[in-house]
């Protein structure tokens, strides 16, 4: 009998790496289907994250056992999530590893069951010798070797520590819809039933333990949370929004930072959310809908392109500028193997030309907010360097009395980088003032 569970975690690393999936959304969508029991829904998300984020290094090992890996082909991934429970997982007996793999591979790949069987002992043969192999740090962290020397060049103090985080995946956090109910209040209303997490030091961030599926409880339909990351809600708190205020926001889908905004102003400013795709306008829409939230009106709109419309209208801007993610690997691993070097070049020309724009949407004495998640200093700081250089009306406004609760951070010059924790991704957020 074919283990189900194998079996899927097969079809949607299939769909991530060959496909092109987003490996949060294809898990989540299958986990939310599926009747697993809770310690089989961990085990899938383990072995699916595992084998993405080591799969440089799998791929090393099968290389010393298959001539040529095809890496298109379904025995490759039935291969590499054998390989990856093998190599890191210690609580899974081998025996089942290798006779459930062997029996997926008949199922999806009948002619290619011999040779994963194949495969596979031979590598249980010899798994000493090649665990024990000296290792570089490509080999060890399973980055590529691009990637590796951009943090080692420019978080030199600590890449080493920046990788290890960035393979780890970091807790859901949530933050409390404020417009409707204070943390306080709802920690004591529902904290016991739904074993929730005081994140201490953040206005509306919580942990929610309870194994329950979020998405389905009264909690999340009656409006009282979102699954919000915690750097994300720092930039919106950091933003300050309030009453009467008029806030564009340039790159809102799907809508997360959109709809704290509005929760911070308890739904009194006026916030224009834009961006650039029609169907990711209605994911701002559906968010502020479950949310009940009024103040934000929804355009299609490219900000690379100047709209004479927004010229001088706004007392705030976001821009959550589109860039190469490389903070968030920890909870979508698959950016590792589907940026390169000169998707990281092509999309500072994209950064540059939407912060020109946004800077021309800002009232005197506003306030233009630039963000990202990446880590990468040419879409960060030198980004915001470049622009200050010909704008000389706008500052960098230090973020001084912000509170960053236990966040692990750089303040340079105002210029903000919150590196990846057990509890949030890698972001940037520079806040600048017209003057
Ligand atoms: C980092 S995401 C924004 C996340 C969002 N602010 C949130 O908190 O949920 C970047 C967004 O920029 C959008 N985008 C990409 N190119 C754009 C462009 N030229 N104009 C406007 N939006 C763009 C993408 O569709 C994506 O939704």
Not at 147 to 159: R, T
Not at 168 to 193: A, H, L, Q
Not at 308 to 323: H, R, S, Y
């Amino acid at each position: 009998m074919i283990n189900n569970l194998r079996y899927d975690c097969v079809i949607i690393l299939n769909n991530v790496l060959n496909g092109g999936a987003y490996s949060n959304i294809t898990l989540k969508d299958y986990l939310d289907k599926s009747d697993l029991k809770y310690i089989d829904k961990k085990l899938v998300t383990e072995i699916v994250y595992g084998t993405i984020r080591y799969k440089l290094t799998i791929d090393g090992i099968l290389s010393k056992f298959v001539k040529k890996l095809d890496q298109n082909d379904i025995s490759t991934i039935i291969l590499r999530s054998a390989i990856y429970q093998l190599k890191y997982l210690d609580k899974i007996p081998e025996y089942s590893v290798l006779n459930e793999s062997v029996e997926v591979a008949k199922k999806l790949c009948r002619n290619k069951s011999g040779f994963v069987n194949g495969v596979l002992r031979s590598y249980l043969r010899n798994k000493k010798l090649i665990d024990g192999y000296k290792n570089t740090l490509q080999y060890e962290y399973s980055f590529s070797s691009w990637m590796i020397k951009l943090f080692k060049d420019q978080y030199s103090k600590n890449y080493i520590s920046l990788m290890e985080a960035l393979n780890k995946r970091s807790e859901t956090c949530y933050r409390v819809n404020s417009k409707i109910i204070s943390k306080k209040d709802f920690i004591e209303k529902f904290g016991d039933e739904f074993k929730i997490e005081d994140i201490d030091g953040f206005k509306n961030a919580i942990k929610i333990k309870s194994l329950i599926n979020i998405s389905q409880s009264e909690l999340y339909k009656n409006s009282f949370i979102s699954v919000q990351g915690l750097s994300s809600q720092v930039a919106c708190e950091i933003l300050n929004p309030i009453e009467d205020d008029v806030i564009i926001d340039l790159c809102a889908a799907p809508g997360g930072k959109s709809t704290y905004i509005a929760e911070l102003s308890k739904d009194k400013c006026k916030i224009i959310s834009c961006d650039v795709y029609d169907h990711r306008i209605e994911l701002i829409k559906n968010s502020a809908r479950r949310l009940k939230l009024n103040s934000i009106d929804y355009f299609i709109n490219d900000a690379t392109i100047l709209n004479e419309k927004f010229i001088d209208k706004a007392d705030k801007v976001l821009v959550d500028a589109p860039c190469s993610g490389l903070g968030v690997i920890n909870k979508k691993p698959e950016i590792k193997w589907f940026k390169n070097i000169s998707d990281l070049k092509e999309i500072i020309n994209i950064q540059r030309k939407i912060i020109l724009n946004a800077s021309r949407y800002v009232k005197s004495s506003g306030v233009l907010m630039y963000t990202t998640c990446t880590l990468n200093k040419n879409e960060n700081e030198e980004i915001i360097k470049w622009f200050l250089r010909s704008n000389s009306d706008f500052v960098v406004e230090e973020i001084e009395d912000y509170h960053f609760g236990n966040l692990y951070f750089e303040n340079e010059n105002g210029m903000v980088t919150i590196f990846p924790s057990e509890v949030n991704n890698g972001f940037f957020i520079t806040k600048l003032r017209k003057n």
